[in-house]
């Protein structure tokens, strides 16, 4: 999909108006930010709002997530047993010191 | 005249003076001949400089920003009632418990900058690059399938490997210079990023000062609401209206020209008043009736 970021106000009245006129183009609307559908037609839209608003408008490209491609089972698994920890308190780099778990630091050197 | 203290005509009601071509008139109230276009006469004490050399010219004090919803009374005019009821309330120097969040939130707008960027080109220079490698890759495995026939066939093998070697060599420099337009758009678009998040913060000063400003014109519309029906209930030739906002725009605008603190002339091209000068006491501002 194409994610559609407006950051003046006046990019954000234009972006409301195209998505609000294509629905049928637009996957998802949040205050000032959109989901084009990852068509021809949709990057027209996102063309025609950077054409007008020039860096006032954002647009990136996103892509399905899926976690069994992504990222190796351990970060999968850090994720299911820190959500099921007892003590709720605990921070995650504490609760994986001392477990077979991913510490924090090295899974933000890692890239997916 | 039926208004008082700052509702009604005060001795302080400049006098202006109104140049049509050769002749010049003089006074508080002044009165033109029909032919004379209102909006020319509007311009010309909007923007005096602009209008000295023509038919029309007007000396009178620089008009406020109320001028902009009430200088020009005229059948068929528009008036965002609330807007100007707001700015009639700042001309007479109202103030609101918002004033000082108002102006500290434009100060920090005026302090903060964003330059403007594009990538643009950027962007191209690393599709090209890309597009141009994945040629030159499909260029090496033909010509590789090339060499391979003419070993097996007996083709001019040294000439095949050369144009071999010369696609290599090529496209090798491409992916060096491919590698280099990505490094080189990596730099750029951190610096887009940082630009985006001064946008960031431009756009929430923004939306603040907009919300500030409608508390406020809510809070001087809300200091002036009684005069204001009262104006509208004894402005001549008014159609009663329940809500007073629902007035029509002459009458709306005659009410807010009146609670108004204005010195620059009203151009008055409606007959709600039988004179100029009954308009100028009405309105405790200089007018040019057409």
Redesign the interface.
């Known amino acids: 999909m194409l994610l559609v970021i407006a950051?003046?106000?006046a990019a954000?009245t234009s972006l409301r108006n195209v998505a609000r006129a294509h629905e049928d183009s637009v996957v998802r609307r949040f205050g000032r930010v959109a989901l084009f559908e990852a068509t021809e037609f949709g990057a027209f839209q996102a063309l025609r709002l950077r054409e007008k608003h020039?860096?006032?408008i954002?647009v990136e490209r996103t892509r399905p997530f899926n976690e069994f491609e992504a990222v190796r089972p351990a970060v999968r698994e850090a994720a299911r047993t820190y959500e099921d920890r007892e003590t709720a308190a605990v921070p995650y780099d504490r609760f994986a010191d001392g477990r077979d778990l991913p510490p924090p630091e090295a899974m933000k050197g890692v890239e997916l | 005249m039926t208004g008082t203290g700052v509702d009604g005509a005060g001795a302080n009601v400049p006098t202006i003076s109104v140049r049509i071509g050769d002749a010049v008139r003089c006074g508080r109230a002044v009165t033109v001949a029909v032919d004379v276009d209102p909006a020319a006469l509007v311009e010309a004490v909007r923007s005096p400089d602009a209008a000295a050399d023509g038919r029309v010219a007007v000396d009178a004090p620089a008009p406020g920003p109320v001028h902009e919803h009430v200088g020009h009374v005229r059948p068929g005019m528009g008036l965002r009632t609330r807007t100007a009821l707001a700015r009639a309330a700042r001309s007479r120097g109202l103030e609101t418990p918002h004033d000082d969040a108002l102006a500290s939130v434009r100060d920090r707008l005026a302090a903060t900058s964003v330059e403007?960027?594009?990538i643009t080109s950027r962007r191209r220079a690393v599709a090209e690059a890309a597009t141009e490698t994945e040629r030159l890759r499909e260029r090496v495995a033909t010509v590789r399938g090339k060499l391979q026939a003419a070993r097996e066939h007996g083709g001019d093998a040294a000439a095949v490997s050369e144009e071999l070697a010369s696609a290599v060599r090529q496209l090798s420099e491409t992916e060096t210079d491919s590698l280099a337009a990505r490094q080189r758009f990596e730099r750029v678009r951190e610096h887009?990023r940082e630009?985006?998040d001064r946008?960031?913060r431009?756009?929430k000063l923004?939306?603040k000062l907009?919300n500030l400003e409608r508390d406020a014109r809510a809070h001087l519309v809300e200091q002036l609401a009684d005069r204001y029906a009262d104006a509208v209930a004894d402005a001549p030739g008014a159609e009663q209206v329940a809500d007073p906002f629902d007035a029509d725009p002459v009458t709306a605008a005659l009410a807010i020209g009146r609670l108004a603190s204005l010195s620059a002339p009203v151009v008055l091209a409606c007959d709600r008043f039988a004179s100029a000068a009954a308009a100028s006491r009405w309105l405790g501002a200089p007018v040019v009736r057409v």
Do not use: F, H, L, P
């Open positions: 950051y003046t106000r954000r020039g860096e006032a954002q | 403007e960027g594009d887009a630009r985006r946008r960031e431009v756009r923004e939306d907009a």
